[in-house]
Each structure stands twice: as C-alpha cells, then as structure tokens.
C-alpha cells in the first residue's frame, strides 16, 4: 500500500533559493520523505509585477488548506512600498514562535565555540515589526514597539514547554527592561510569572546588551532563550555564524493553524546561480517540518547523514577549510553526498532523535479580569520651532484648565522644562504632558485642550491618553 503524502506548500525563492530548495527536495525524496508539494510563487518577481506584499492572492489559499509551508529565502526589493513577505506572512498566519537552533559542529566545522547547542525562541510578531511608522514633524521619525501580554505569554509558554519536551535544562530571557520598563518589562513579567509553574526547569534573565555579549563569547553558557523579535532576529544570525555559518541554521515559525519552515538566512543574491551555497539551512528548516507532519524517522535520517557528511569533510564554500577539509562541494554535489550518505549514522557528532518531538500544544491564552482605568492626562507632541524650551513652557502654562495642568515638557524623552539643560538638544518635537490635578478627567477636557492649541496655531502632531490601570501609571516617567 502506498503511503499517504502530506501535502505541503513550497516556494523557490530568490538568489540562492532556488538552487538550495532543489537540493533540499532531492535529498527528501532520497530519504523517503511522503509529501506532495505544491509550489507557490512569491518574492522578488511577484513585487515586481506590482504585488506589493510579494505575493499572489491565490497563494494563500494552497498556504491554508496544507498549513505548512517549506519557504527559500526571497529578495525584498530596495526602496519604499514594498512590504516584508516574511513579517508580513508570520503574521498573517499567526506564526508566533519562532524557533532557531544553533549548534557547532567541531571539530568537523571550524568554530571558536566548540560547546555551543542554544536555541533561540523568538517572538515573531511584535515587537518593532508591526511596521506602524509615521513622520510626524520635520525631524522626527516613529516606530511603534507592539508588546501584548498574550504575546508575552504564549512565546514564554512556548519556550519551556519546549525546554521541557527536549530536554533542556534553563530558559533565559533577554530583555531590555532597564530602559523599556513598560514593553520590556511586561515581557520580563511574564516571564517570571511562567517561569514558576516550570520548577523543573531552570530560568533566569539578562539585559539584551550583556546576554548578546556573552552569546558571542562563551555561548556554550547557554541552553534556550527567549526573547521579544528585533533582538532574536539579529542575536540569532550571530549565534548560527559564531556556530560556524549562517547557511546551517534552519528555522521553524509556529503558529496554532500552521507552520513555516525556513533557511535563517537570506537570497543571498552574491551567490546566486553559483551552484556554491549551503543548501543545509533550508535541510534543518525541511528537517523540523518533517518533525512537525509526524515523520521523524525520515528526519532523523536525515539529520544523520547530514552529519555524517560533516564528520566526512565533506563541505561548501562557507565552511570548507584547507586544513580540516576533504572536499569542497557544490550544492548539487552536497546533496548528493548527503543522500550517499542515508542509513548511516555518525560517529562523533551527536546524533538526534525526534521520538518525543511532537508539535506542542499549548492551551489558549484567555484574557485577563478588566482593569480599573481612568484617564489621568494627556502628552500632546507638537512640532514646534520658535524658541527656547522656556518659551513654549511659558506659553504652554497659559493653555491649561482647572481640570488639566502642563506639568513638564520633553524633547526626544529628555526633560526640558521646568528646569532643562542649556546642554540638551532640541529637534522640532516637544511632548507637552498635562496632567489633571484630580482623577475624574473627562475626554471632553483632554479634546477641548487639543482645540484650544491648534486654535492657537500649535501644530498638534500626536498626542498619547495617560491612564491608570488599577491606580498604578500606564506611562513611563520623564528621564532629567
Ligand atoms: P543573506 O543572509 O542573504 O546573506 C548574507 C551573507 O551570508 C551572504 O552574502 C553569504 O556570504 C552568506 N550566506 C547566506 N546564506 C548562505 C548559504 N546558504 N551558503 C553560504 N553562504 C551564505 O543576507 P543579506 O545579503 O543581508 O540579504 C539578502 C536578501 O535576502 C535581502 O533582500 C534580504 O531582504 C533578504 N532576506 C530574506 C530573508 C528570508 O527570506 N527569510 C531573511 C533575511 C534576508
């Protein structure tokens, strides 16, 4: 009887995409692999055929219908109306968690970090990628960080639960939340709270800035970590290339419906038609989709011959060495040594097994017993250019109400008035807070203020509520 094949969803891509995706259903195919691919066109050549999201309307309907999807790197092209496919895509699809093994292979592929087996878990759909940026004033440029305690809370969930189901040990997370204490700090929350319902599983947490220092240089420290999407973005590129290469990470996004397996890496347009690339970053993306479809045994070996292959010296371009090298292969000739190389096992390297690596489920995030909110004040922004930071204090003053009171103005967060610096610098941005001397503020009051200002002739560019939540500030205070 033949099997049944999983169908699944794959597009070529860009630059060094196509050819690694050959290579990489090659060696599928070889190993026993039971899919049925459908391709999918997106990337360079569906924007530049005016789809500005880069990719076909019809395409999502093959993307829903298998709920997972083998992706090769695409070019986003330069300049502005092009939209990311990929941010745009793990966030259409609900692909929250983003999984990113990075593992050193020496002495068979030169490293410093010869102890390095981390896993970054990455938050994959907030953060600074909501892509909502405005330029509000002459000078001054906006991008919003989107941090959301569901958010928070499935992608702490999702890394001990993975640590617990692989195995692993300690779940550190890298937060920024000595300056961000309010996005920052709700993530880091979180995390301590999850953290306490897996005592078996160790957990501690560093500011982004030394946790990234130490991932450079003793990696080996570390087991699973989990952080807000910009940093495991970029901590994790420089987590696969100090492990020996960007083109051996592969990466899995999760989401409760459907999945995306991918290469780390991008298009890679300088190698492009080379046959040069390492096709092993999409062959780990193609490995954790076959965990994720329930065909581990054909993952493993896989993973196994790869290894071998390794241990072979058997290498492309970006690993190969003169001095611990066999060969220097292509990535049609890599490949192929892989799929020579299936059934065996390797003999130093550390062979997986995916017997328990069943995709995790994890119970829905419900939403919390309402707040207490009240209005307490408004930050109004203007762009404003006539003077000294005491002029626009003095004439602001005059604008209040008995129910609204300008208590201090900032320039790019830094207090200026009452009682600025002669030293800061000023741009054409001013957040002016005025704050209620009681707690009933009504909207009315915060409106009939913003009217009074541009009656005035003040260019109101923006202007932020400040609430309590249960009597406790939703607002950071004023730096100076
Ligand atoms: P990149 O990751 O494509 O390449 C950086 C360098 O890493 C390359 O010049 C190459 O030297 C090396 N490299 C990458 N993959 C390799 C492989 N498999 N084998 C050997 N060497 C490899 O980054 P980039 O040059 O900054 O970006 C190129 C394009 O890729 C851009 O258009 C970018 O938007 C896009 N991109 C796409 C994805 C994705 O589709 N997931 C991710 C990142 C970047």
Not at 91 to 99: C, F, P, Q, T
Not at 216 to 234: H, R, S
Not at 258 to 280: K, T, Y
């Amino acid at each position: 009887m033949t099997a049944v094949k999983t169908p699944i969803t794959i597009a070529y891509g860009d630059g060094i995409g196509p050819s690694i995706m050959q290579a990489t259903l090659e060696i599928l195919e070889a190993a026993g692999a039971q899919i049925a691919p459908e391709t999918i066109d997106i990337g360079e050549k569906v924007y530049l055929s005016g789809q500005t999201n880069g990719i076909e309307d019809s395409a999502w309907e093959s993307l829903r219908r298998t709920q997972v999807f083998l992706k090769a790197p695409i070019t986003t092209p330069q300049g502005g109306g092009y939209k990311s496919l990929n941010v745009s895509m793990r966030k259409a699809l609900g692909l929250y968690a983003n999984i990113r093994p990075c593992i050193s292979y020496a002495p068979f592929v030169k490293t410093k970090h010869p102890i390095m087996d981390l896993v970054i878990v990455r938050e994959n759909e907030e953060d600074l990628y909501a892509g909502i940026e405005h330029r509000q004033t002459e000078e001054v440029y906006q991008c919003l960080k989107l941090i959301t305690r569901p958010g928070c809370e499935r992608i702490v969930r999702y890394a001990f639960e993975y640590a617990r189901q692989q195995q692993r040990k300690r779940v550190t997370c890298f937060i920024k939340d000595n300056i961000m204490k309010l996005t920052d700090g709700l993530f880091h929350q979180v995390f301590r709270d999850i953290a306490k319902e897996y005592p078996d599983i160790k957990h501690d947490s560093m500011i982004v800035d030394i946790g990234a220092a130490r991932v450079a240089d003793t990696p080996e420290d570390f087991d699973v970590i989990v952080m807000p999407n910009l940093y495991g973005d970029i901590i994790s590129d420089v987590a696969a290339q100090i492990a020996g290469s960007v083109g051996m990470a592969g990466s899995a996004n999760i989401g409760d419906h459907c999945a995306m397996f991918e290469a780390i890496h991008g298009s890679a347009p300088d190698l492009a038609g080379q046959n040069v690339a390492n096709p092993s970053a999409l062959l780990h993306g193609a490995i954790q989709m076959l965990v994720h479809i329930g065909q581990s045994e054909v993952a493993e070996k896989i993973h196994h011959a790869w290894l071998v292959t390794l241990e072979k010296g058997l290498h492309t371009a970006d690993v190969y060495k003169e001095d611990q090298s066999q060969a220097l292969l292509g990535t049609t000739e890599f490949a192929k040594a892989v799929i020579e190389h299936l059934g065996q096992s390797p003999k130093q390297l550390k062979a997986p097994s995916y017997a328990n690596s069943k995709p995790l489920v994890l119970p829905k995030v419900g939403h919390k017993a309402p707040c207490v909110k009240e209005l307490v004040g408004i930050d109004v922004f203007l762009q404003w250019q006539d003077g000294e930071p005491m002029d626009l204090g003095e004439k602001l003053k005059t604008f209040g109400s008995d129910a609204l009171n300008l208590q201090l103005i900032t320039n790019r967060g830094v207090k200026v008035w009452p009682k600025g610096f002669p030293e800061t610098y000023c741009v054409d941005h001013w957040r002016c807070r005025f704050m209620s001397p009681e707690l009933h503020l009504g909207f009315d009051e915060v409106l009939a203020l913003q009217t009074r200002l541009h009656d005035a002739g003040f260019d109101v560019v923006k202007t932020e509520n400040l609430y309590n939540f249960n009597g406790d500030p939703g607002f950071a205070a004023v730096h100076g």
